[in-house]
């Protein structure tokens, strides 16, 4: 193969990492294996040929994501670049907000919680005070 051919032909799973739908060539390639990639609705390899005009369905944890290819690159550039290389159809943009707004509320009730390292001893006496079924169990000193 020469080197025109090369730039003509980009493997799925390098495209994905290149368009920054993962930090990682492997992690792409991890998702097209494991069916969480879809080209042209079909499971394929993470070798598979990338073409423009052709639909990448992503979905990533509760997000799907359809998007058309619009550009090739085989390197990794900012995401504003990166961006270029794909249109998101109107429809997943909807679900995806809807489904990002719906997480949001139910997330809006729960005290956001303040990690604060190990607890200090007056910490762990007002867990212990706090989590005690009965009365004083014994042990020295005063809680």
């Not at 052709?54 to 998007?67: D, F, Q």
């Not at 794909?86 to 303040?114: H, M």
């Amino acid at each position: 193969m020469t080197h025109q051919e090369d730039d003509d032909r980009l493997r799925l799973d390098k495209w994905l990492w290149a368009a920054r739908f993962f930090k990682t060539r492997s992690l792409a390639a991890e998702a097209v294996s494991g069916g969480k990639v879809h080209y042209k609705g079909q499971r394929v390899k993470p070798s598979r040929a990338v073409e423009i005009g052709a639909e990448v369905k992503v979905t990533l944890g509760p997000i799907e994501k359809v998007v058309i290819v619009r550009g090739l690159s085989a390197q990794r550039r900012p995401a504003s670049e990166a961006a270029k290389l794909y249109e998101e159809s109107e429809e997943s943009r909807q679900r995806r907000e809807a489904i990002a707004q719906q997480l949001k509320d139910e997330r809006a009730g729960r005290p956001i919680p303040v990690p604060r390292g190990r607890p200090t001893k007056r910490d762990r006496r007002r867990m212990d005070r706090l989590t005690r079924k009965t009365g004083h169990e014994g042990g020295g000193g005063t809680p």
